[in-house]
């Protein structure tokens, strides 16, 4: 298995794209074999010796181009293992040939626009899943998909809204719904579950079944996408119902899989998954860490948009608070990643203790309370964007430290099953829009993350939908997915009384043995 | 490869047939892998290791069934080589499982339901092309093909009236069309292509390309074919425009390409198709023996039907002739096997020579002139069932015997070719309805085909249609196919002064060496 280099994902090498050029040798006596037959068989070398089969699609629109009496035309083949489907075929042109790219979040979708022939990122754009009407989270939606009906419904719903967004998108590129060939889409398993109309009633259910694990590819039409008639979709397999196709995608586009030193990759969120290995072996797991750590417990909490605060620094001698807030206005809540920055923050100025218990001798001026809870003051109303005072509460404290903790035992638990400590991981991987806004010296100082140094922190982004772009612009990268998923060991995360103890001791700030964080001064 | 024994296609061995029953095993903690993967995984060996995928349908239709706590369950699955799709997935049931056989014909359809579980024929239908209103013949199909809309309009006939016929052949049988899972076309390389859609104009223009040869299995629906959402359909593959899925179907069914004996098939026509070989060679080809065989040229010609004349004597002293129709009633034509009698007795009463001419002397009391052509009047107009005299003219009679000489020319040349005497022909095939209606003695004595053991000559029936039931009832079928179709050498066949030498000798009744027909008494 060989790397597929981050800068390739910009520019598709033509050895390794979905769309090839080739030229009908023309029949003769001797070898009067079939149009379509001719065809598949020139495909068969640029394609890597695939096995090519014909979509009825690209059959008809042969003669068109065979009539041009010019040779060469341009294929756009999707497919698997040893074998391809070739969905259309055209005269050479300049048009861009558009794959979608999706990321199937619980709340948001994010749709990339990518030029399969040159890999270039026509547009994007993203949308709250239209399946939050009916449940927000997923257990609501499972339930729900129980329900006479609730199951089309649910996967009406995201297909319809996937095909109007992606529409708009097209047309926005200058291009087309009907232009786009393939898709391919990244997404936990209960979503991938409603995108496919599968049903997802046993994963919740012990043994926690999914009712399948590798869709592959499919004609986009039967699952109710509406793009080119021939378009497939490509749809990311699921190790399990708790370790989905978005973590397969995220793998993908971290590398790690390919290299000779281990790595790890976390995608923080309520649940927090985490993967370490290397080109050999992987080991996943994924746990409970708790929703402060995406900014959803704390009432002035909210999703990274404007005015969320990102970024806190609290001068140690005055104690003056300074925000930084996405698109520069006025603060109105706070995101993840400024929950972290936040806490780090009270921490080093002496506001919280080591339990992250609120220091009313420090916190003078900020204090207030809010049924009978101690909360701090972190914007006053009369500097806020809402006219509200923005508070943060004793409990919204709690909760962080728990989830923290939680994060970290998870991290420690599942390095200490492979016998490796922190300082053996060549790259720290942290996945999401969350890990891309996170500051990685907050986080330590907390003690989320280990104390390693700062270079080998990385922050992916969107490694969901980046993974599912490369499944548009590279062949091989359909058979990484399949080679990490037969790798993949999950770990059933056994919350048993090593883990209860490893869990309390990282429930002080940073750690109760601060030698693990030799970096975090801790203020007298 | 092993035989299908003939007596199997009326009770498909379950070991062979693609309607299946498994039970999946419960999940486990231990392993949880998703309902879909665990139920392909153990169609597998039923399905004789056989890679299987899911068809979104049975995905659907799977959470129902395991909500009945019942194990077991049956699947239907369709596919070729190494790999099947699954289609369906059903508690277990005793309604017939029903998969339709199509003999795609030019000129007339005939469809065939049987049970894909037990093998039993439920019914058949039989219709008219309809494309027959576009055009009567395949040249001209494929002419109008080529105007605007004309590939789409044919196509849609062919599909709308398949599907009419057996929804109403389904509803007959107390059945529905959306009952239908698996479908089997048989036809030849022009008609295979106006069913999908394939543009046929290469067909008839050097070098004789066809658009496609091997369409395998596609989805029902992506033709216009309306059976069940998830049915697929398997089009048997052509070796090339002159050489179609018909006659691979006739081959299959014939059994010739598994015997180690050599043997011979033959489908007459206006175009005659043969094929020598045993299970370990085969070769083909085709020519023109003109339609008189079929009954086509004569004014009193007509297709087997009630009042067709299928069988004639002729009392050699009294010269009286009796006639055998279809259906009993009183004569208003004659078919292609009763052309071939007919010639045959005349020859016999010495009423035409070794040229095939009528004899004045013998014929006295039935000439009579039609635009100065000499004619013989068959039945005369007072006993025949339309009240006109039926004739049988010279020009019918030249006609007939270019037919017959070009039938043995190409019989023989064939056979030379390959280095073998018609005695070593261990079976003499015939397919095609006309096949089962003529009379070998007859066939020899006019010297259309060579003059073997009586034992020797099968006919075959409808071998398209059987070929087609075939598939539905033996996986392994398809194999064979491609199989057939990679053994066979196509030699097209060469007019040159050798053909036209022995076609001038065949010419003759029986033939201008009356030693090749020692069982011919020619009379004096």
Redesign the interface.
């Known amino acids: 298995m060989t790397a597929i280099a981050p800068n390739t994902v910009q520019e598709a090498p033509s050895s390794q794209a979905w769309v090839q050029t080739v030229e009908i040798p023309a ?3 001797e070898d ?6 001719r065809l598949c068989k020139q495909l068969e070398k640029p394609m890597g010796g695939r096995k090519i ?2 979509d ?1 699609e690209a ?2 629109s ?2 068109a181009i ?1 009539r041009t009496g010019e040779g060469a035309m341009e294929c756009t083949l999707f497919g698997q293992g040893a074998e391809a489907v070739l969905i259309d075929v055209r005269p050479l042109g300049k048009r861009p040939r558009p794959g979608l790219a999706v990321d199937l979040g619980t709340t948001r979708v994010v749709l990339r626009l990518v030029d399969m022939v040159t890999g270039q990122h026509l547009g994007e754009v993203s949308f709250d899943n239209p399946q939050g009407q009916v449940g927000p989270d997923i257990l609501a939606r499972i339930h729900y998909a129980g329900t006479a009906g609730g199951l089309e419904e649910l996967q009406g719903l995201i297909t319809q809204s996937i095909t109007q967004e992606a529409a708009a998108l097209a047309q926005s590129c200058g291009l087309s719904k009907k232009d786009i060939l393939c898709v391919a889409v990244a997404g936990n398993t209960a979503m991938t579950h409603l995108l ?4 997802p ?2 994963m919740i259910r ?9 869709p ?1 590819f ?1 004609k986009c039409a ?2 109710g996408l509406d793009f080119a008639k021939a378009a497939r979709v490509y749809v990311f397999p ?1 190790v ?2 708790y370790f989905g196709g978005d973590l397969l995608a995220g793998i993908l586009s971290s590398n790690m899989y390919c290299k000779e030193e281990v790595s790890i990759l976390v995608d923080v969120g309520t649940n927090a998954e985490v993967v370490v290995g290397n080109r050999d072996w992987l080991m996943a797991c994924a746990g409970a860490a708790g929703p402060a750590l995406e900014g959803g417990v704390t009432a002035m909490g909210m999703l990274a948009g404007p005015g969320a605060i990102e970024k806190v620094r609290i001068d140690p001698i005055t104690r003056d608070f300074t925000f930084q807030t996405i698109g520069g206005g006025k603060p109105v809540g706070i995101c993840g990643s400024g929950v972290i920055d936040l806490a780090a923050q009270l921490f080093l100025a002496g506001m919280i203790d080591l339990r992250g218990k609120l220091l009313p001798s420090a916190c003078q001026g900020r204090l207030t309370e809010q049924d009978e809870i101690l909360a701090l003051v972190i914007v006053p109303a009369s500097q806020s964007g809402n006219g509200h005072d923005l508070l943060f509460s004793q409990v919204d404290l709690d909760s962080l430290v728990r989830s923290k903790a939680a994060m970290y035992t998870i991290l420690r638990t599942l390095t200490n099953t492979v016998g490796l400590a922190f300082s053996d991981l060549a790259e720290f991987n942290i996945a999401g829009t969350f890990g891309s806004y996170i500051d990685p010296v907050s986080a330590i100082t907390i003690g989320m993350i280990p104390d390693l140094p700062l270079s080998r922190y990385k922050a992916l982004g969107n490694t969901s939908l980046e993974g599912a772009t490369q499944i548009l612009l590279h062949r091989q990268a359909v058979d990484y997915v399949k080679d990490i998923r037969e790798k993949i060991t999950y770990m ?1 995360l056994n919350v048993n009384q090593e883990f209860m103890n490893r869990f309390s001791a990282a429930k002080f700030i940073p750690h109760t043995n601060p030698a693990l964080f030799p970096s975090v001064v801790i203020p007298r």
Chains 1, 2 share one sequence.
């Open positions: 029949p003769t006596l009067n074999t079939a149009f379509a037959e089969s014909l009825m059959l008809r042969l003669p065979l496919l109309g599968a049903d009633h046993w012990e043994p926690y079944t999914p009712m399948i694990n590798s592959g499919l039967d699952l699921n399990g119902s059933e």
